[in-house]
């Protein structure tokens, strides 16, 4: 029972470039979130999934977009990095909406 | 106005004392309110979640909720040298689902 998992774990982009953060839960959990933590300014949701087949978006979703792919897995996409997006990626996953019970490890990405 | 407000610290106590932490929320329809402890360079980790008004306890954490005053709080008693972490305040917002964080609010134990 891995509980959720990220890939990659670190990452480095140029402006511009594209990326798909990956997170998978194995705890047949409903709801699925992605967060973004930088310093100061605590965990702000990106986007979440309610249920299979639902997103929907958080506080700071702009340059981001998700798609959840199945009940287990929920990406997160980059189509064009900018430095303001370096930051730490946590996935998250819960078996009930409105809260966030699982992290992951933590995806660290800075965009050069 | 954030919706989640915590003081940042960080915040010192001794081996064995009690540390209190304070977190306000500002949306009055908010039911579900959420600790989490995350050491440096590490996730997030629930540790308590508390929907009443009053207290509840889990070993020796106590979490309490004033709905009325708009705060909770967590204390942790013999506090440890491994209790030294931050501490996030998480609030659900029932319209819309969402799911706020506060900034988090940093703990050193002093042995």
């Known amino acids: 029972n891995a509980g959720v998992t990220q890939t990659p774990k670190f990452q480095v982009l140029k402006t511009g470039q594209s990326m798909t953060l990956q997170c998978a839960q194995d705890?047949?959990?409903?709801?699925m979130y992605w967060y973004r933590q930088d310093p100061g300014m605590g965990l702000r949701l990106i986007y979440y999934?309610?249920?299979?087949?639902?997103?929907d978006k958080g506080e700071v979703p702009n340059g981001y977009n998700v798609s959840r792919l199945n009940k287990r897995e929920f990406s997160l996409r980059l189509e064009s990095a900018a430095p303001s997006q370096t930051s730490v990626y946590f996935c998250?996953?819960?078996?009930?909406?409105?809260?966030?019970?699982?992290f992951g490890p933590g995806t660290r990405l800075t965009v050069l | 106005q954030k919706e989640v407000e915590q003081n940042s610290g960080p915040l010192s106590v001794p081996e064995g004392a009690i540390a209190s932490l304070n977190c306000t929320y500002s949306?009055?329809?908010?039911?579900?309110f959420f600790w989490y402890r995350q050491y440096s360079g590490k996730s997030p980790e629930l540790i308590m979640s508390?929907?009443?008004?009053g207290d509840k306890e889990d070993g020796r954490f106590t979490a309490q909720l004033n709905k009325a005053s708009q705060y909770v709080s967590l204390l942790i008693r013999d506090s440890q040298p491994s209790d030294s972490a931050t501490y996030l305040c998480?609030?659900?917002?029932?319209?819309?689902?969402?799911?706020?964080f506060g900034t988090g609010t940093s703990l050193t134990v002093i042995p």
């Open positions: 705890m047949n959990h409903n709801s």
């Open positions: 998250a996953s819960s078996e009930r909406s409105g809260r966030a019970e699982f």
């Open positions: 998480a609030v659900n917002i029932p319209t819309g689902n969402q799911f706020y």
């Open positions: 508390i929907y009443s008004n």
């Open positions: 999934s309610a249920s299979e087949g639902t997103t």
């Open positions: 949306d009055r329809v908010s039911q579900s």
